[in-house]
C-alpha cells in the first residue's frame, strides 16, 4: 500500500498551490479520502475530506471558501485545490485513506506560504 503526495513547495501569500495524492495497494474507489496538516508545535489537523464516490465533502472552517477537495477514482488520486494561501496555512500536508477498519497515511509534502 503507497500513497503519495505531490505538489508542496514556497508559495507567496496570496497565491495556490495544487496537492496530489497517488494511492496504489489498495482498491482507492471504497476509501474515503482526506487530507491533513501539521504545523511545527502543533497538532495534525483535518482539512478536508471527500467520501469515496465523492458526492460528499468536508472542510475545516480555516480553509472553507479557500481549498477544494476533488478526486478522480479512475486515476486513483485525490486532490487539494489551495487558493488565497495566508502564511497560517504553512505546514506538513499529508493525505489519509480510510475504510474502516483500515487506513493508511502518505509521507507528506510541504506547504510553505511566505514573501
Known amino acids: 500500500v503507497q500513497l503519495v503526495e505531490f505538489g508542496g513547495g514556497l508559495v507567496q501569500p496570496g497565491g495556490s498551490l495544487r496537492l496530489s495524492c497517488a494511492g496504489s495497494g489498495f482498491t482507492f474507489s471504497n476509501y474515503d479520502m482526506n487530507w491533513y496538516r501539521q504545523a511545527p508545535g502543533k497538532g495534525r489537523e483535518l482539512v478536508a475530506a471527500?467520501?469515496?464516490?465523492?458526492?460528499?465533502?468536508t472542510y475545516a472552517d480555516s480553509v472553507k471558501g479557500r481549498f477544494t477537495i476533488s478526486r478522480e477514482n479512475a486515476k486513483n488520486t485525490v486532490f487539494l485545490q489551495m487558493n488565497s494561501l495566508k502564511p497560517e496555512d504553512t505546514a506538513m500536508y499529508y493525505c489519509h485513506a480510510r475504510s474502516h477498519p483500515n487506513y493508511y497515511w502518505g509521507q507528506g509534502t510541504q506547504v510553505t506560504v511566505s514573501s
Open positions: 471527500i467520501s469515496s464516490v465523492g458526492s460528499r465533502t
